[in-house]
C-alpha cells in the first residue's frame, strides 16, 4: 500500500493477556516510530527504530513493552500481561531517515481497550 | 525536545485566514520547528517546518520570528476540513539516539461554516 498500515485497528483483550499490535511502513523507509495516545493528550513516544535496531527505546514504560523489527521493514510492538491503564491508541510512524528535518507519516492507529 | 506553548482551542470562520501561534522561547539553535495535524480519528499528518527562514507549501505557511522565540501557522483560507488538532513541535537531538517528535497537547481547531 501507499502508506503505513497497522493491524489490527482494534484490539480488546482481557487484563494481564498478551497483545501484539503489528506495523507495516513505507516500503524504503529506515526510520520506525511508535507512539501511543491516550484520550484528549498528544501522541507519546515510545521507540525508535533505525533499520532492524532499536535507537531509541527511552520512551516505553516499563519491561512488559517490547518491540522488534527483524528484517528492517515490518515491526511488532508487544505488551505482556495488560492492564486496564494500557488502553490507549497506538501509532506506527515511519520516515525516510531519522534525521530532524525528516517528515514522519503515521498510520491510523490500532485502538487497544483493555477490559 | 524543548517546549512549546500553544493555546488550547481556536476557531476561524470558514474561507478566513488563520494564524496559529506558537511560543518557543528555550529553543536551540540546532532544533528545527515542526508543525502536525490531527484529524479526528486519524493519525497525525506533516504540515510544514523550518529552521530559521519564512516557509511556504501547499498546506500553510510557516512565520518564524527572527529570535527564534517564536513561530505562527498560516492557513491562508480554513476550509471545514482544517478542523483538527494542530501541534508545534521543536525538534532536535533528543539525547538518546534519535530526533523524535515529542508532540504537546497542541490547538484544537474549529472552523465555523
Known amino acids: 500500500g501507499a502508506g503505513v498500515s497497522q493491524t489490527p485497528s482494534n484490539k480488546v483483550t482481557e487484563k494481564g493477556k498478551y497483545v501484539e499490535l503489528r506495523c507495516d511502513p513505507i516500503?524504503?523507509?529506515?526510520?520506525l516510530y511508535w507512539y501511543r495516545q491516550s484520550l484528549g493528550q498528544g501522541p507519546e513516544f515510545l521507540i525508535y527504530?533505525?533499520?532492524?535496531?532499536?535507537?531509541?527505546d527511552s520512551g516505553l514504560p516499563n519491561d512488559r513493552f517490547f518491540a522488534v523489527r527483524p528484517e528492517g521493514s515490518v515491526s511488532t510492538l508487544k505488551i505482556q500481561r495488560t492492564e486496564r491503564g494500557d488502553s490507549a491508541v497506538y501509532l506506527c510512524?515511519?520516515?525516510?531517515?531519522?534525521?530532524?528535518?525528516?517528515?514522519?507519516?503515521f498510520g491510523e492507529g490500532s485502538r487497544l481497550t483493555v477490559l | 525536545d524543548a517546549k512549546t506553548t500553544q493555546p488550547n482551542s481556536m476557531e476561524s470562520n470558514e474561507e478566513e485566514p488563520v494564524h496559529l501561534p506558537c511560543n518557543h522561547s528555550?529553543?536551540?539553535?540546532?532544533?528545527?520547528i515542526h508543525w502536525y495535524r490531527q484529524l479526528p480519528s486519524q493519525g497525525p499528518e506533516y504540515v510544514i517546518h523550518?529552521?530559521?527562514s519564512n516557509v511556504n507549501n501547499r498546506m500553510a505557511s510557516l512565520a518564524i520570528a527572527e529570535d527564534r522565540k517564536s513561530s505562527t501557522l498560516i492557513l491562508h483560507r480554513a476550509t471545514l476540513r482544517d478542523a483538527a488538532v494542530y501541534y508545534c513541535?521543536?525538534?532536535?537531538?533528543?539525547?538518546?539516539?534519535?530526533?523524535?517528535?515529542?508532540f504537546g497537547k497542541g490547538t484544537k481547531l474549529s472552523v465555523i461554516p
Open positions: 510512524a515511519s520516515s525516510l531517515s531519522g534525521l530532524n528535518t525528516g517528515e514522519l507519516f
Open positions: 516500503s524504503g523507509h529506515t526510520a
Open positions: 527504530f533505525q533499520g532492524t535496531g532499536a535507537a531509541d
Open positions: 528555550t529553543i536551540s539553535g540546532t532544533d528545527y
Open positions: 523550518g529552521l530559521t
Open positions: 513541535i521543536l525538534r532536535g537531538y533528543s539525547g538518546a539516539g534519535s530526533y523524535q517528535l515529542t
